[in-house]
C-alpha cells in the first residue's frame, strides 16, 4: 500500500515542493510519478524512483529508496498545478495523490 | 506518431455490460504489455488490469476481477475490455496504456463510462 502525503498543498508559482510516497513495506526502485490534470491522460513524469522521463523538465526530481520515496517540484510554473500519483509493480496500485493548488 | 486511442464508453444500466476497445498506431503494439486503468469521479487512479504481449499473462484488481476481461488482437493492434455486471462503482473515464518496464509511459485520451440507472 502506497500513502501519500500531504493531501493537498496550497502554493504560489516560484516555490518549491516536495511530495511523499511512502510504502507500508520495503519496496524495490520500481516506483514512478505521474502527473494528473482533469480532461487530460495521466502523464509519466518519473520512473524507477528517479529517473525522468523523455521530455519532463528538470525541475522535476524523483528520490528515496525502500519505503520512503519524494517527488521534488523546484521553482513551481503554473502548469505543474495538478494531482500527482505514485505508483509501485508490487500490487499495481496507487498512492491517493497529492492535489498541488494555486 | 505514437498514440492510443480508447472508444467503447457509454452510458449503461447496472447489471449492464459494455466492451472497451484500444487502437494503437506508431509503435510495435504485438511487442508491449498493455494495462487498462480508470478514474472515477473525485476517486484516484485505479489499474483494473494488465495483459502481457502474448496475453499470456493477465492480472486484475480485486475489485473488477471476475467481471472485467482483458484480451488483445495484435494483428489488429487493438485492446479490449470486456465489462460485465457493472455497479455505479465503476463508473470512471477509463484509459488504456503501454507498459514499459513496471511504468505505464504512454495513455489513451481515456473514454468515459457511466453507470445510472
Known amino acids: 500500500v502506497l500513502t501519500q502525503s500531504p493531501d493537498t498543498l496550497s502554493l504560489s508559482p516560484g516555490e518549491s515542493v516536495t511530495l511523499s510516497c511512502r510504502a507500508s513495506q520495503y519496496v524495490d526502485k520500481y516506483l514512478s510519478w505521474y502527473q494528473y490534470k482533469t480532461g487530460q491522460p495521466p502523464k509519466l513524469l518519473i520512473y524507477d524512483s528517479s529517473l525522468r522521463a523523455t521530455g519532463v523538465p528538470a525541475r522535476f526530481t524523483g528520490s528515496g529508496s525502500e519505503r520512503d520515496f519524494a517527488l521534488t517540484i523546484s521553482s513551481l510554473e503554473s502548469e505543474d498545478f495538478a494531482v500527482y500519483y505514485c505508483h509501485h509493480r508490487d500490487d499495481w496500485t496507487f498512492g491517493g495523490g497529492t492535489r498541488v493548488e494555486i | 506518431q505514437e498514440q492510443l486511442a480508447e472508444s467503447g464508453g457509454a452510458l449503461v444500466k447496472p447489471g449492464g455490460s459494455l466492451r472497451l476497445s484500444c487502437v494503437a498506431s506508431?509503435?510495435?503494439?504485438?511487442?508491449?504489455?498493455m494495462a487498462w486503468l480508470r478514474q472515477p469521479p473525485g476517486k484516484g487512479l485505479e489499474w483494473i488490469s494488465y495483459?502481457?504481449?502474448?496475453?499470456?499473462?493477465?492480472y486484475y484488481a480485486d475489485s473488477v476481477r471476475g467481471r472485467f476481461t482483458s484480451s488483445r488482437d495484435n494483428r489488429r493492434k487493438s485492446l479490449y475490455l470486456q465489462m460485465d455486471s457493472l455497479t455505479v462503482d465503476d463508473t470512471a473515464i477509463y484509459y488504456c496504456?503501454?507498459?514499459?518496464?513496471?511504468?505505464?509511459?504512454?495513455w489513451g485520451r481515456g473514454t468515459p463510462v457511466t453507470v445510472s440507472s
Open positions: 496504456a503501454r507498459v514499459l518496464r513496471y511504468r505505464f509511459d504512454m
Open positions: 506508431g509503435f510495435a503494439f504485438k511487442d508491449y504489455n
Open positions: 495483459i502481457s504481449d502474448t496475453e499470456y499473462t493477465l
